[in-house]
Structures are given as structure tokens and as C-alpha cells.
């Protein structure tokens, strides 16, 4: 049972690139969620989708997209990165009826 | 105020040690308090977990500590151990739009030493 699995892992990008970080989760769950952590800030919220076909922002949504593809998948896209944007990115799920939010493993961003 | 306020930033503890890290916040409604731990190259995991109508949850060797008037909460981690050396963020859940939210803490980097 893999959980979240995010790629990819580590990403190097040039300023100005474009760059779709993926997520899929098999644990049937509903609620997806997008974070950006960086050192000294915790986590914040860039987007999320309550459930398949929907999509909202979150804490900190500009310069990125989501695409809630199904019910497993769930995209984040930098269309233009900026040196702002190097983070370590983390994808959540969740299924209703207060359970915690489960993370994926992160992928490392680096914007040059 | 959608805020959660950490503290201390890091902490070193000897093996044995009761290391504490505490939580403020200022929103009443915030209605579920978790903790998670992240280690190197991983990310969160849920730790433990405690609503606002409770004062104290224990799970194994940890303990969170809930005071709602004061809006505070803290971690406790008994007999430490070099194995529980992780950042460990609280969080607060809120229900905006109808969806659950997290805010979380700034972390703190804890580090047991043998």
C-alpha cells in the first residue's frame, strides 16, 4: 500500500520553465492538497480539491495551477518558475469524517 | 487570525530527557489539534492528535497538554529517546468553505542525544 506517492523527487528548473509536480493517492480519498514548505515557516497551503472536479486555493496559490484529473491524481504546475518558487513540495489526502491528512514523501524544487 | 505559533524553534535533549514544545493560537474555531513528525527526507506523519473538549491525550511516550482558555497546547515526549531526533510541527484544523484546512506551526527541530 504505497499511500501518496509524489514525483518527482528532485527537480532542478531554470527560471522561466514550466514544471507539473504529480501526486496520486490509493486510499480512495476525497480531499487532496498541495503544500510548500520552507525553512522556518511550516507548511503552507497552496491549493486544494475537496473532492473529484473541484479545486480551490489555499494560503499561498500565485504562480501555480492545479488539475484534479480523477479521484486518485492530483497536479500542481508552475507555469513560469521564479526563484521564490524553490521549495520542498508535499502532497496530502484525506477522507471525510475528521481523519488526518496522510503526505507523500515531498519533492525538492530548485529554481536557478 | 488563521495563525499557530511554535515554539521553541529547536531543542536538544539528553536521552531520558522530557523534551516540550508548545503551541499558541488566537482562532476559537479551530476544532482539532495534531501533531505531526517529519523526518529527514520524508514528509509528516501524524504523530497524535486531540479535539479542544480534551485536557491531556497520551499515546505510548507522547502526551499533548491542552489548555483552551488560554488557547495553548504542548508536546511532551517521555523518556526520550535518539530515534525521536525529527521536526515535529503542531497544526490546527478549521472548516472554511464547508472543507477541512490545516494551519501549521513553524516547527521544531528536535535532537536527543545519546
Known amino acids: 500500500n504505497a499511500g501518496v506517492t509524489q514525483t518527482p523527487k528532485f527537480q532542478v528548473l531554470k527560471t522561466g520553465q514550466s514544471m507539473t509536480l504529480q501526486c496520486a493517492q490509493d486510499?480512495?480519498?476525497?480531499?487532496m492538497y498541495w503544500y510548500r514548505q520552507d525553512p522556518g515557516m511550516g507548511l503552507r497551503l497552496i491549493y486544494y480539491s475537496a473532492s473529484e472536479g473541484t479545486t480551490d486555493k489555499g494560503e499561498v496559490p500565485n504562480g501555480y495551477n492545479v488539475s484534479r484529473l480523477n479521484k486518485r491524481e492530483f497536479s500542481l504546475r508552475l507555469e513560469s518558475a521564479a526563484p521564490s518558487q524553490t521549495s520542498v513540495y508535499f502532497c496530502?489526502?484525506?477522507?471525510?469524517?475528521?481523519?488526518?491528512?496522510?503526505f507523500g514523501d515531498g519533492t525538492r524544487l530548485s529554481i536557478l | 487570525q488563521q495563525q499557530v505559533k511554535q515554539s521553541p524553534q529547536s531543542l536538544i535533549v539528553q536521552k531520558g530527557g522530557i523534551p516540550i514544545i508548545n503551541c499558541a493560537y488566537e482562532n476559537t474555531a479551530f476544532d482539532y489539534f495534531p501533531w505531526y513528525q517529519q523526518f529527514p527526507g520524508k514528509g509528516p506523519a501524524l504523530l497524535i492528535a486531540i479535539r479542544p473538549d480534551v485536557s491531556e491525550k497520551k499515546e505510548g511516550r507522547f502526551t499533548i497538554s491542552f489548555n483552551k482558555s488560554a488557547k495553548q497546547f504542548s508536546l511532551h515526549i517521555m523518556d526520550s529517546q535518539p530515534g525521536d531526533s525529527a521536526t515535529y510541527f503542531c497544526a490546527a484544523n478549521y472548516i472554511s468553505g464547508g472543507y477541512n484546512k490545516l494551519i501549521f506551526g513553524a516547527g521544531t527541530r528536535l535532537a536527543v542525544h545519546p
Open positions: 496530502a489526502s484525506r477522507d471525510r469524517g475528521g481523519q488526518p491528512q496522510h
Open positions: 486510499m480512495n480519498h476525497n480531499s
